[in-house]
């Protein structure tokens, strides 16, 4: 089978990552009948990023929990495989690799019109 690789930026320099990303396998893990919470954690865990927002998420208001939580497999287990489902499907969806491209049309002078500025004002008159 042919590996798949995707282009990245990691730390300020060009590296290689495995496809697919910590968040795909990790739904893919939470969509496994034999999935364990240890397991799904370990993925997530390979992501910094990734974890950081999971954690956020489980250390949010909106969950109340009492204690601060700073474990991937700890959040898997406290917020239980549907709502961390909806989590990474939610990073996943926003992700900046998934948003379209930004693109610029110019009009077609206006790549010129910095050379020839001074040719449409005509000569400068002597004094």
């Keep these: 089978m042919a590996e798949n690789y995707n282009l990245s930026m ?12 910590a968040c795909q396998e990790a739904l893919a893990a939470l969509a ?7 397991e799904i954690g370990q993925i997530i865990s390979r ?19 009492a204690r601060k939580i700073t474990d991937a ?22 992700s900046p690799s998934r948003q379209p491209k930004a693109r610029v049309f110019l009009p077609p002078h206006a790549s010129n019109a910095g050379g020839h500025a001074g040719a449409t004002s005509g000569p400068t008159p002597a004094p």
Aim: aromatic share 6%; hydrophobic share 40%; charged share 20%.
């Design 73 to 94: 497999a700890e959040a898997v287990n406290l917020l239980g495989f549907q709502t961390v489902t909806g989590i990474l499907a939610d990073l996943e969806r926003l």
């Design 47 to 65: 992501d910094k990023t990734l974890t950081a927002r999971l954690l956020q998420a489980t250390n949010s208001v909106r969950f109340g929990l």
């Design 10 to 21: 990691d730390n300020g320099a060009f590296g290689f990552t495995d496809a697919p990303s």
């Design 32 to 38: 496994s009948p034999h999935a364990t919470t240890e």
